[in-house]
């Protein structure tokens, strides 16, 4: 009797200022398969003791020693704006290490790290313009501006985590520089109702791999996470990367000659783009803001 593949873990990086419940009802959604992990940062939740980290490096080094990805079993990482970049540097840092790499990135709400970003270089200006800028780009909670205990538990997170958004840009941006885009199959995911993360941004992560990449738009504002369609369309993707055997872990590394197409890259290409469907995918909306959530 043939063994039954092991599933997929997919772990997954919250928007700044959040702990996991974002992904709480992924695992009903994800499809067969994927196992949904929700990876919690220091500083929150059930690690609310530890210090905040807001160096890139420092945050790799946590990740990578709490991950503990197992030789052999696929994994993918998706990353909902910080978690976006935090997952952009934790594949850096399984590729500096030398380590296997995810089969799937896929980011969402997120522009990628060239581009101007307005909240996360607000990381050092008042709390009143902070909490302007989160209002006019419609992420500030109903009730936030009147509620102490939101401003006294959430905006520290907050600020800490805008510090460390605004450090993960400029780390990506050096490694690129240096190293060039990563080779691992991207999926980018936008909101159409999104103010601080448009389409047309979002379609700025076509740069940052020589992988497949595929961009998908949704409805919904910046929090389209907590819908039921995002957990559906990330879970078809990591199953066609992980039918496809290793598109990105196992041969992240085999450069090609400029101008030539990989047979291997445009299956990979073409599967993404029929598991994820249309351009703009309407199954995805927008949910109601929790009192603590922020971007």
């Not at 935090?86 to 896929?106: D, F, Q, T, W």
């Not at 970003?117 to 008042?126: A, R, T, W």
């Not at 448009?198 to 907590?226: I, K, M, N, Y």
């Not at 993404?272 to 309407?282: D, E, I, K, M, Y």
Request: some cysteine.
């Amino acid at each position: 009797m043939a063994e039954t593949a092991p599933s997929l873990r997919l772990y997954c990086f919250s928007h700044a200022g959040a702990g996991t419940s974002a992904f709480r009802g992924w695992a009903r959604s994800v499809g067969p398969g994927v196992e949904p992990v929700p990876v919690l940062l220091p500083g929150r939740e059930g690690r609310r003791r530890e210090p905040r980290l807001t160096d890139p490096d420092a945050l790799a080094a946590d990740l990578l020693d709490r991950l503990g990805v197992e030789p052999g079993r696929p994994f993918a990482l998706y990353g909902h704006s910080l978690g976006a970049l935090v997952v952009h540097r934790l594949a850096r840092a399984m590729e500096e290490k030398g380590a296997p790499l995810p089969a799937l990135i896929a980011v969402g709400a997120c522009p990628p790290p060239d581009a101007a970003n307005e909240l996360s270089d607000s990381s050092e200006c008042s709390d009143e313009d902070l909490m302007d800028r989160l209002r006019d780009l419609g992420l500030l909670p109903d009730g936030a501006e009147h509620n102490g205990y939101w401003r006294r538990a959430v905006m520290p997170v907050l600020r800490d985590d805008l510090r460390l958004a605004h450090a993960l840009r400029g780390a990506a941006c050096g490694a690129s520089a240096t190293r060039g885009p990563l080779r691992v199959p991207l999926l980018a995911v936008s909101g159409e109702g999104d103010l601080l993360a448009p389409p047309e941004l979002v379609a700025g992560w076509r740069r940052w791999s020589v992988a497949p990449v595929v961009t998908r738009t949704v409805s919904g504002d910046h929090f389209f996470v907590r819908g039921s369609g995002l957990p559906r369309l990330v879970g078809r993707a990591c199953r066609v990367v992980q039918r496809l055997g290793g598109t990105g872990a196992a041969r992240e590394q085999v450069p090609h000659g400029r101008g030539r197409t990989d047979p291997c890259d445009e299956s990979a290409r073409l599967g993404l783009r029929a598991a994820v469907g249309s351009p703009v995918t309407s199954a995805v909306t927008s949910a109601a803001k929790s009192p603590v959530q922020s971007l």
